[in-house]
């Protein structure tokens, strides 16, 4: 690990982008200079202290030891993250208060990250090493490794770009974007870091968790996560524009048909929610027997509720990521 590493790992620490190993990592170091009156590493204080760690850490000033007071939480928690990022093993942890900290930094499989910007007025497409494909929205930029870890795949992105993950249950891929941590194991969806104090990811198919702290949601497909910066809060909504899920209408978009003569709403409305994977829902049981005539072939969903609801008399809200169908008081 050189300095601008270095550096850069202390950096994603300040900023809560670091995974739990590098964080104990920064932990232990920190512990290694060994006064209690330290100042916390936040982004006043970072240039300084990454100055006095580097220091300490440098082979011809100093070794490692594992002399530290045992009062000392981080060196607990650095002694567990040790067995799975040190190559050997607990042999080499056990021999660290004769080692040098050259020997630490080469032991740790640390990936190397290369970047992406899109300076074009387009979007570019990019495959990652694992078959994952990632669209970069244009201003956007991608951090990436060339080979990712074993048991993990991370990358940083700033702007707005579209996932298209390579499934594998046992490397979850994670997405680093401004505050928002998204996670899937295998799946589409798009993350946008564009918007002043917000971060949003929408979801095209599969499941998606998000996070921000101790913070998170599930999506699912036609669903989309709002983080608010300033509020330190998601919101959970439908996307502007919910397609039509192939595996949930075993044909495709443009083969599907929505052709109904004197239907129950109760019908229509349970062939939409299944099409879209959306829970539609009327606000009574008598609505729910009112009858449809019409084909709504072709049309997206918010058209679609539009045409019912006009043949109906009724109305449509959207609440969160449920559309509910209400009786227009017009009518008696």
């Avoid at 580097?54 to 650095?78: C, D, E, G, I, M």
């Avoid at 040098?100 to 990250?113: D, F, I, N, Q």
């Avoid at 899109?118 to 951090?143: C, F, H, R, W, Y």
């Avoid at 680093?176 to 002043?196: P, Q």
Wanted: some cysteine; glycine content about 6%.
């Amino acid at each position: 690990m050189n300095r601008k590493e270095f550096h850069s790992l202390l950096y994603r620490y300040v900023n809560g982008q670091c995974s739990k190993e590098e964080a104990d990592l920064v932990d232990q170091w920190y512990e290694l200079l060994d006064d209690d009156g330290l100042p916390p590493i936040d982004e006043e204080n970072m240039q300084a202290m990454e100055a006095r760690i580097w220091n300490r850490l440098q082979p011809s000033k100093s070794t490692l030891s594992v002399a530290v007071p045992l009062y000392r939480k981080p060196l607990l928690k650095w002694s567990v993250a040790a067995a799975v990022l040190l190559i050997a093993g607990f042999s080499l942890w056990r021999s660290l208060n004769k080692d040098s900290a050259e020997t630490l930094y080469t032991s740790l499989k640390l990936p190397e990250y290369e970047e992406l910007i899109n300076s074009q007025s387009k979007t570019i497409s990019l495959n990652l090493e694992d078959g994952s494909q990632v669209l970069l929205d244009p201003g956007a930029s991608l951090k990436y490794p060339r080979h990712f870890e074993p048991g993990t795949r991370k990358v940083y992105l700033k702007g707005s770009a579209f996932f298209q993950v390579a499934k594998n249950p046992e490397r979850p891929f994670y997405v680093f974007s401004n505050h928002v941590i998204t996670r899937v194991l295998g799946t589409s969806f798009y993350v946008s870091s564009y918007k002043k104090n917000k971060v949003e990811v929408s979801v095209n198919t599969g499941k998606v968790e998000v996070r921000e702290g101790n913070t998170g949601l599930i999506l699912t497909p036609n669903q989309k996560a709002i983080f608010n910066i300033t509020e330190g809060k998601f919101e959970k909504a439908l996307v502007d524009k919910p397609h039509l899920l192939q595996q949930n209408t075993g044909a495709s978009a443009e083969q599907k048909a929505f052709v109904y003569e004197d239907a129950a709403l109760e019908h229509v409305l349970a062939d939409l929610s299944k099409a879209y994977g959306v829970e539609i829902i009327a606000e009574n049981e008598i609505l729910n027997q009112y009858p449809f005539t019409g084909d709504i072939t072709g049309q997206d969903l918010y058209k679609q509720l539009d045409i019912i609801c006009r043949v109906i008399k009724a109305s449509y809200e959207i609440r969160g990521t449920t559309i509910l169908i209400n009786r227009d008081e017009k009518v008696q």
